[in-house]
Structure formats: structure tokens, C-alpha cells
């Protein structure tokens, strides 16, 4: 198929890369032009901008971009896709934001004949590139449909989760609970070490009790305990904790609207601001730990 | 072998029928009479007071009493066990309470040459009941190894957490994570279906996703997600929100005596006690997800 | 002077009544029409929409609206004001929103030709009505000077916070301080009564202590300790929890955008969010002491 | 009078020579000898032990103590004043403790025909050397009638809080709200600041609005609002950061054993805990706004 991909950044284009290994045809724009030369050497066509990409005669649409404010340009905007798109291209919105935007978006691209998915992914950029990435999707079933073939190109798993934007909150319900989770694991562990016990002991009992959860098992912050996890390298690579309060703040924010209580999102939301105020947003999320424990 | 009991509650019952069971002769106190005569019924013998248990030559004394302040009394009282208690008997006290309280008893007994553990349980009445608890254990390898058959007639998993006090440390640290994780799912799940999506489909998941927790997958708040949970029967039975909130008190308590900030950990147990206050102290601690709902 | 308003609701109305009294000429616009033949009968005329009063002839346009959404709407809409509003003409917008959107208007306004000022008030509906209303007036010195008369007219004390959106700052930094500070002297009170203290008592020591503030002294949320304040009337009145909740999420979501932590302002916010789940939003914001006070 | 004192620290000390400067006659003890040897100079008479006191036929005894497991000590131990003090003698106990324990002393010392009263002090070691302390006393009336001079020779405001204990409640209630408001402070400030606005001309409108409290007009954390302040110095002096996290875990353990939810008490002495455990402890408490902003 011919496709039209905007947005190659970290994730983007190791996700570009594999629909051009998967045998598609690719369209590519970003406005960061070294982006778009590495996936033009890699086989794909190079598009000027976003009227462009909408105006080359491709049959489906993906973008994956930073925030809503950029995906309603993308789309919204008077050079945007929506005003140039052909009626019935598929278009896939990958881009981690609010569910009200992505509703938005999709509700305007479905009255003007394209149906649209937003499919927010989790797996990072290891996932990205090995093409294992989990696509939360939401949009009508015939849609989700058309558009596994192209999403499995890129991940292993491709989850479909109800109507337009569900996929959005499917994505920060479960960032959010785990932000919480990896708060919660950081606190319990500093504090039964600071009270005597030895850390991987602790995170043992832990692991096999009811406080279990994948940030104490697969991913526990405390140095020490796993290998091959940030704790065991300085905390660098993996989620960012900038990251973290990106999707924490989306949470929050999606609740805000809902008028649903989430204390413990808020404040996890308020503990990773402050560690980035600090000046450790670029470190893992799991490093928020270091909040719970005396300078070593 | 000839052991003491002391607290005869909704556990301590079931763990001594448990000695009973396995070929130990009992000699029981609990200031209430019904409970005592239940167990002598059993085939246990009755004291009229823990200094009659301390005399009735027994070679291990097991405790399960609700509060450091029971503990102290019974263990430190001018009637209580430490005063009468011949040298060398072993004393194991499964009452969950607050670690410091635990290493003062610990150290006079010690002192006094009497080898003692804490051992605070995890499993709840039906754990007790069926004998499957998980023991939590502080106090030196061979008194744990004295201790272990003796522990192993009432639970199934029997974990040597380091030195006195840390049975008590892993328990509470355990549990304020499993009370955070809780109210970490409610928030999550609830948020998730006033935004639009199934429960079911949300918690599926969560429960293949990096939010997976044991509240999730194994004991998930949101009614209509696991059948044979509380949240499936209007949150009776289970733990209850009281306890979770004792246990939450008990951590924060000790983080504070540490120093250690536990943010989510005082949060959480803020929900429990606002929970408390509006009467529904009494249901299961999942029942915190009501917090986070509309009335139905 | 030839004055436009738009939003006429339960602060907008006595404000523009107190233009029309102070002598100025009105055209007047609301989306419901009694509201408008409420004003119509006090002496202003009527406009079909804001194009309409944009058209109209006016000297300064005032609106007063509910949410970010309206002001952008009613401002940079198709058939909004900056598209068919004369050079020159000076805008207010008294609306209470978030700082981004103000300088966003400000900013498009500000390019066109038509100096900006936001001016959002305090004192409530009664001091919209009284004439005594607190103005926190972001925009250039030269506009704040020409505005001047016009605020006058309307409220007792208008204030310079500095260069657009500084009037919104200054309302939802004073607003955060106002919904932490009444839940802080609802925690006091609740607690001191709670251990055994009369509140009256206690409400006269904070008083005369580092603990006294407005929420206190003025507007103490113990039914009780003062006459003529919402606790002594049941909650009715006064300033909704509604509109409390609304003016921490402006808080928090500003805090968002710029990356500043506000625990305790983020905490106050999932309070009055719970508050109000449980149906109370209506009440003044002093009910909020209701979450910390068993049922009588 | 003959007065003994115990526990001659930076507060003990100078209300001492205050009670001396009154003309009463002094015997004193500290284990800190040095400490002792001053007051000596100063015209009081040693003692080697509370016993000692007790013994020394005074007719008051005022103590002044770091904490409640001190003042348990000194009254309630074998040779503490308790065992071997006169009938009639009367006990004010100035410390600041949690309520329970101040009522568990007070009821023992009753019972056993000693009148006393606990009476927390507020104004710092300033107000201590000045004399003009802030007394809040709790014990009957006539107890209160009894102590007043012998208070009003340390304090300018001696205030009657009712039945024993209710002095502490009072400490520990003013100083919960005094923390809460100083973060809330804080946290407006710096959100403020960050959004643009001048920190001065923002004190301004919080302090004519209703976000006013003493935090802001008298002690602003903010550098340059006011003179005079901590805030002028580098947070040096003043009240300690540690000092804050005390009573903010008096407040938070007292709300914990009546079961009260006090969730901003409860999220500022977190706040503490971290700011104390990132080395901040001796700075003044108002310094807690270094957590919200951008090192310099």
C-alpha cells in the first residue's frame, strides 16, 4: 500500500522504518529535514509538508507526534490533511494525547468521509524498532479492521478498545496506574530498606504478595534488585520521567474534565513535576526514587 | 510440643485450632471467655491470665493481638509473659504493629534469654482457617529455624525477612504498596469508564500492560470485572477498609519515626480514614473505588 | 461612552446595570433572551450577536463569560468580535480563565489594532451588584489608564498586575491560596473539635496566631464560630464549591503548562472534585469542612 | 515563689531567667551540664536529677522538654517527679507533645493529688528571651487562675484552652494550618512568579484578597517581599524546617488515633519529610519554597 507517515522522531521512525520492511510504499514528512533524508535512503518518498503528504494519492495516513496542539495543526490546520486528504484515506493518528482532542479530530475526519483510529502506542523506542510496540485503538470495528494489517506491521499486539478516543484512554488509565505503581514501589522500597531490610529480600516478599505489580517485579527502582533495568545503569535510557509527567498531566487533565477524583494521580503527577523542577526530568521514571533517599 | 496461645480473634482462633490440628497440646488465654471455652472444646487447656500461660510450662508462646499497646501489656505488664516466663521458652508474636514496638520487646526479651520472633501474618481469616498463611519473620536464623515447624502448622509460606523488627517491616511495606496500588486502580478504572470505556476491556489491558497489578488482575474494585471478589458481592467479606487503614497508619507511623517521605502512602491512607469517616469502614478495602464513583 | 457587553448571567448582569447607571450607553449581548430583556428594560440596547456588537458602534467591549472556550469563541470566532470589531475599539474581558488563553486573545487582539486588558474580578454577586468588585487587570499601563473609568464603575479597587494574562494570574494564584487556606482551616477546626476543643475557642486562638487568615477570621467554615457567613446558614450562598473546583483546575492546569509543582493546590482540587461527585457542588465552598466532619 | 525547671535548652533557658528576672527562686536541672552551670551563674540553685527536684521542696515545677517519650521520663519513671514529688505541688508542663500522652501524665498526676497543666508555648526562643510567649494551657480553671503569674512572667498572652490536653490541641492545631499556609503561600508565589508576575506586587494583592494569611503579610518565604524575614537572610533563624515537620507529625498522629483525615496536614508534613531529607532541615520553615522553584 501507499502511505502517508508524519512524524519521525524517536518513535516515528524506527515505526516508518518497518512498514517499508513490511513491503508498503512510504510518503514521508517531518520538518526536521535529517529525519526525512535517513527514511528517504532508507526507500521512502519525500513529501514538503502535510498538504503534500495528503495530496501524493496515498490510501492510509499514520502520524505520530508530540502533543494535541500539534496533531490539531496537522490536521486542523489550513495546510492541514483534513483540508486536502482524498475522501475514504484511512487516517491513524499514533500520537499520545488527550481523548477529548483525539474525539475531536476523529469526529471532523468521519463527517468529511475518512475514517480515522487513534492508536496510541506503549513499548518505547525498543518496541518501535523491533516492531513489538501494543496499539491501545479506538474508532468503529470495520476501521479497526482495515487497519490491522498496516498497524501489525509495527507492533505485536494491536488491542482494540471501544469507539474514537478510547485508545487515548486506555493509554493514560494504564500510564497513570502505572506512575502510582512505580511511585508506590519507590516509597515501600526506600522505606523497608531505611527501616532495615535488605532490598532485594524485601522486593522477593513483595513480588510474591499482594503489593506485587510490574514496576516492583520487571522493573524495580531500587538499585540492586534487577539487572538490565535503568536502576542498574544510572537510571539512564527507558521512559523519561518527563515523559511520565507528560502522560500524568494528560491524566490529570482528562479527569479534571470528567470531574472524576484521582488523589493519587495528582500527586504522583506532583511528585514527577517536582523531580523534573529538580532538573531530573531526563532521567527513567524509575529514578523518582531517588526523591525517597538520602544522598548517597 | 506443649505452646502457649494468646488472642483468640477472628485469626488467632483459627491459627491455634491449627496446633491443635497438627499434635500440639495448647494452653489458651484470651480475655474473652466464649473464645477460650471454643478452644478448649477443641481439646486446648484454658489459662485464667498470660502469667498462668507463662507457668504452665510451655515451651513456645505464639501472641495475635490486635495493637502495640495489647503487645506491650502482655509482653511487659507486671502480670505479662516476659515477668514469669522461664528462660529459654520460645516467643513468637504475630500481631502486625509497628516495627519499633516490635525490636523493644524483642531486645528485653532476648535479653532476658528468651529467643523471640516477630512473625505478623499475611492471608487473612481464610488463610487462618485453611492453614496457607504467609509468614513474615524477623529475628536470627536459628530461631528462625527452631521456629519453623512450629509456623509452618498455620501457613504455607514462611519467609525470613532478616532481624527482629523486619517481619514487621516487610508487612507494612508490603501493605501501604497494596493499599496504594487499590486506590491506584480504583482511580484508574474509574476514570477509564467515565471516559468511555468497558471495564472489562479496560482491565484486560491493564492486566497485560505495565499497570498490571495483584489489585488489578486478582482482586479488581470495579464490579462486574472478576466474579469471587468483594467488588462481586458489594464489597462484604475480604479485608477490610479499617484494617487497611490500620496497617496504612501503622507505615506511615513508621516512615515519619525514619524520616522517610511517603507521599502516596499518607495520601492513600487519608482516602481510608475520609473513607472511615463516612461509615463505610466495614467493607472491603476495595470498596474505595466508591470514592471515585457517582452514587448509582 | 458607547459601551458593548456580552454575558449577562449572575455577575455579568449587575455589572453592566452599574454602566448603565453611571451614565454610560449599552448594547448588550446574551445567548438567552430574558437576560438580555432584563437589561433591555434597565435602558441598554439589544444586539442580535457579538458580530453585532462588534458592529455597533462602540467605544469598549466588556465581556464577562464562563470558560476559556466562550471567550475564544465569542473573540476569534468566524462571527466573533476581533473579526468585525472597528480599530481602536478597547476590550475587557472580566472572565474568569487561564493565563495562555488570555494572552493568546490579548496577543491576536493587541496585532489588530484593539488594546486588550483581562480583567477578572472577586467579591462575588454581591459585589457585582454593590459596585464593589476587586478588578486584576493584566494589560499595557497605557490601556490600564484609559480602562481605568470604566472598571471604576463597576467595582471599588482595580488593581495593575502587569503586562496580559497577569490579571488571571493574580486571580487563580489568590484563588489556589484561598481553596488551600479553607480546606487548611477545615482540617484545624475539624481536628481541634474532634480531640476535645470548643471551636469558638480554638477559631480565637488561631485568630491571634500564625495560624489566622481570611478563611478563618472572616469566613470560618465551623458552624458556629461566626453569624452572617455561609456555616451559619447551612452552606447556601456564598461561593460555590463548584466554582472553587474551577478555579484550581485553572490553577493546576497553569501550574501544568509551566512545569511549577503545587501539592497542596492539586490535593485541594481532587477534594472539591470528590466534594462534588458526591453531589455537594452547589453548597459554598466552606463545605468542604463536610469531608472531615462525621454526620451529625 | 520556689519554682524547679527542668529541661534548660534554646527555649528552657531564657523562660528560666525570665522566671528568675520575676524574682522567684529557682532550682533547675538539664542533663547538659553546661547548661546548668549558667543558669546557676544567673542565681538559680542546681539539681542532679528530676528526683532531686522534686525533692527540693519546691512549690512549682515547670519542664520544658524535646519530646513526649522525655516527658514520660521525667514524670512517669522511677525516678521521675511523679514518684517523689509533694502533694499539692503544682506540674506545667510546657513541651510540646502530642495530646494523648499530655493527657495520660495530666491524669496520673491528678490522681495522685498534684494539680497540673499543659502549656505549649508559641513565639519561638525570640519571644522566649522577651517574655511575651504565647501560652495555650490546658487544665481546669482553677489551675489556670493558680499558674497565671508564674506564666505571665515567661509569656504576654496566657490563654485558656479548657480541660487537660486541649493546650496541646490548640499548639498542634495553629501550627497544622500555620504549615498548610506557608506551602499554600509557597506554592502561589512561585506559580505566580513562574506565570510572570512581580512577587511583590502579587503579595500585595494577596494580602487585600481573600488568600491573605499571616504565611503571606507577616513571614512571606518569597526573597525580596519583606524585610526582616528568613527570607531576607537566607533562611537562616526563625523556626525550623524540622521543627515544622514535628508538629506537623504531632497533628497528623493525633488526627490518626481520633480517626480524622486531615489530607493538606497530611501532604505538608510529606513535603517536609523531603525537604528535610534533602539536607534542608535546619532552614527556616518558610524556606520550604525552594521546592518550587528553579535552583538559581
Redesign the interface.
Known sequence: MHIGFLGLGNMGAPMARNLLKAGHSLTVFDPFTQAVAALVEAGASAAASPTAVAKAGVEVIVTMLPTAAHVKQVYLGKDGLLAHVGQGVLLIDSSTID?LSAREVATLATAQGNPMLDAPV?GGTGGAAAGTL?F?VGGSVSVFDQALPILSAMGK?V?H???A??GQ??KI??????G??M???A??????V?????AK??A???N?????????E??NPFPGVLDNVPAARGYSGGFGSDLM?KDL?L??????H??????????????Y??F????HGGLDFSAIIN?????A
Open positions: 481523548p506503549s501494543t491501545m499486539n488491542v478498545c471501544g469507539s478516543g478510547n484512554v486506555a488509565a494504564n500510564n497513570m496506574l502505572l502510582i505503581s511511585v508506590g514501589v516509597e515501600a522500597m526506600a522505606l523497608g531505611a527501616l532495615g531490610m535488605d529480600v524485601l522477593g516478599i513483595i510474591t504478595s499482594s503489593g506485587r505489580c510490574w514496576s516492583s520487571v522493573y509527567l498531566g491524566a490529570t487533565d482528562a479527569a479534571r470528567a470531574r472524576q477524583p484521582v488523589p493519587l494521580g495528582a500527586t504522583a503527577q506532583q511528585l513535576q517536582t523534573s523542577l529538580q532538573g526523591l525517597f533517599r538520602r544522598e
